[in-house]
Structures are given as C-alpha cells and as structure tokens.
C-alpha cells in the first residue's frame, strides 16, 4: 500500500484534534471518507475537514473502493462489529482504545485478523509519545536501579453531566463503554506499565459505588503482578473532591523513584542518589500523530508497528480481572 486512503467511522470528540487532522499530515495518509448515523454530523464533519464522502452506513463506507483503511471511533461496545467487517472486507483497521468493551470481543478481533492476515491496530498513542518515551528511557538505563514496586494513583471528581441522571454520559453505560469511567481511563496507564514491565499475568480489584450518580463503578482499587515478579497497586476516584484530584503514577526501584502523570503531562520527577530532577517534555499538538506516523508505514511495509491487537488485548484481560468479569 503506498497512499493510505482512511475512512472514519465515527467522527467524535476525539477525532477533532487528537487523532483526526493527523491523518492528513502523515506523508502518504490522507482521509476520503467518513460516518456518523446523524447525517448532518457526518456532512459537518466533512464539509468542516475537506474530507469529500459522508456516509450514514458503516458497509458502505467499508465497501468504498477509494477507502483502503478504516479507522473506528465510536464507543467501544461497536468497536468488534466495525472491526471485523473492515477486516473481512481486506482493509487494515485502526481502533480507539480499549480495544473492545471485554476481552472476549478482543479475542474476536483477533481469531479475525489472524484468519484474514488483516492487521488491527489499536490507539495506545502514548506509547509513541514523548514525554512516556523518555520515562521509559530513564527505566531502561537504570536510573533507579531495579523496579521494586509500582503505584497507580487517580483522582477526580464528578463531571457535571455525570449529575444528569436522565441523560448520562455513554462513559458510564456498562452495555456501551464496558464498565465506567474506569474502563476508559485506565486502559492508557495499565497499556504503558506493560510497555516497560511486560505483561502483568494475575490481578484483582475492588470495586464499588461511592457517589451513587449512576450504576457502573465509581470507584476502583487492584493489586497486580507483572510476568517478572514486580508487583504493583492502583486505586481510582471518579468522585473525588477537588482538593484531592489526583494523576499520578511512581516507579519504585531499589535505587530511586520516577514520578509521572499520564492525562496533565506534569513535570516527571527522577528522585536518586543524584538528588531531584525535573524534565518537561512537550508532544505533538495532535498526540495521536507519532503512531499514526507508524502505522502508515507499517502498511507501506517500510518497519512494523507493534501496538496492535495482540497487544492491547491484555490491557482488556487486566481490566476484566479487576472488574471481575473473567
């Protein structure tokens, strides 16, 4: 494939600045085609992005001959549906996270892309960025030593559509999202330990309705163990109190600490013998860039992009342990 000509299905929040405009300046990558069931949003989109097909059906977007890849960011309940029709249609597909809405669906995902040789990728974007690149890199060289123990700590309060009980938000509808704001959050600081510590192979969670502002859990504590041994914690608060919000992850070595955020892209802090260190480190103004960058060239066969389904299923296996759901 030399130009990689992408249809949308889906044209929400995210796509307007975070993924969307990337695709366009990407070399070789340009959008053709994008869908929403709402028509006047789908034509929207597309007169607002120079984007010059809309469509209201998914198949027909699918079977466009001018679409040779398709990128699915709708909620994650349709995101095993969409995938699988694009991958039995021979188009390369790019999913939001998580994956799927449980790791069932993943496994779906991927029995499908293994049988049509399609390959799916999926928008853990951080793991390209700057700023988790340089974590990791400060990991590697051993700047504190060997990891010993790892901390997930997140806070926030309520949203104020999360008050709205007769129109809530499609984040905290269990049959749409998977579970709560916990299984739209979470996946990117569970993806990124696994990127530096590999697969966490047993956890278990806690989980509870704190707030009572809708019927998914509001409020989540783990404990869970990486394939070496390294052992780790986390506990997250969508109803917190303001003074006690809260983005924080710390790795914990025999030698020192690196303390980061993965929403706010606060300083990260190296704490070690060497004394306190801050690096401030800037990402692109469309952060989902860097790997749309490398999925293109995957598909141009220029070097391979590993962020794939494969991968990002045992962020959804993880996440459904400590939901209880597996």
């Known amino acids: 494939m030399k130009q990689i000509q992408w249809g949308f ?38 007169e607002r992005h120079g984007i010059p097909k809309w469509y209201t059906d998914a198949q027909t977007l699918v079977d466009d001959p001018d679409v040779n890849a398709v990128y699915i960011a709708t909620p994650p309940s ?19 996270k998580p994956l799927a809405a449980s ?7 991927n029995r499908i892309s293994e049988q049509t040789g399609v390959p799916c990728f999926v928008a853990y974007y ?38 709205n009980r007769e129109n809530l938000p499609w984040r905290v509808q ?53 394939s070496d041994g390294l052992p780790g914690s986390g506990s997250w608060c969508f109803v917190a109190h303001n003074s006690a919000k809260t983005d924080r ?9 690196i303390s980061f955020s993965v929403f706010t892209y606060e300083p990260i802090i190296l704490q070690n013998e060497d004394g306190c260190q801050e690096f401030h480190i800037e ?12 999925i293109v060239q995957h598909l141009q066969g220029q070097k391979p992009c590993t962020c794939d389904s494969i991968s990002a299923t045992t962020v959804n296996w993880v996440m459904d342990r400590i939901l209880g759901k597996a």
Do not use: W
């Open 174 to 226: 269990r049959d749409i999202a998977g579970g709560g704001y916990f299984y739209d959050l979470a996946p990117h600081q569970i993806d990124l330990l696994q990127e530096m510590f590999g697969p966490i192979l047993r956890a278990h969670g806690y989980c509870t309705n704190r707030g009572r502002l809708y019927q998914t859990e509001d409020t989540v504590s783990a404990s869970f163990q990486f």
């Open 9 to 46: 299905i889906g044209c929400g929040e995210v796509t307007e600045k975070k993924s969307g405009p990337a695709f366009n300046q990407v070399e070789g990558s340009k959008v053709v085609a994008v869908m929403s069931r709402n028509a006047d949003k789908a034509r929207s989109y597309a």
């Open 103 to 109: 790791y069932p669906d993943c496994q779906r995902i």
């Open 283 to 294: 990402n692109p103004l469309h952060v989902q860039m860097p790997l749309i960058q490398s």
């Open 126 to 163: 951080r793991r390209y960025l700057p700023y988790f690149q340089k974590i990791k890199q400060l990991v590697e060289d051993g700047t504190i030593g060997k990891a010993i123990n790892v901390q997930i700590r997140f806070a926030v309060p309520p949203r104020d559509l999360d008050y």
């Open 249 to 257: 992850i710390e790795i914990i070595g025999d030698r020192g600490s």
């Open 78 to 96: 349709s995101h095993a549906t969409y995938a699988i029709m694009a991958m039995r249609s021979g188009k390369p597909v790019y999913v939001e």
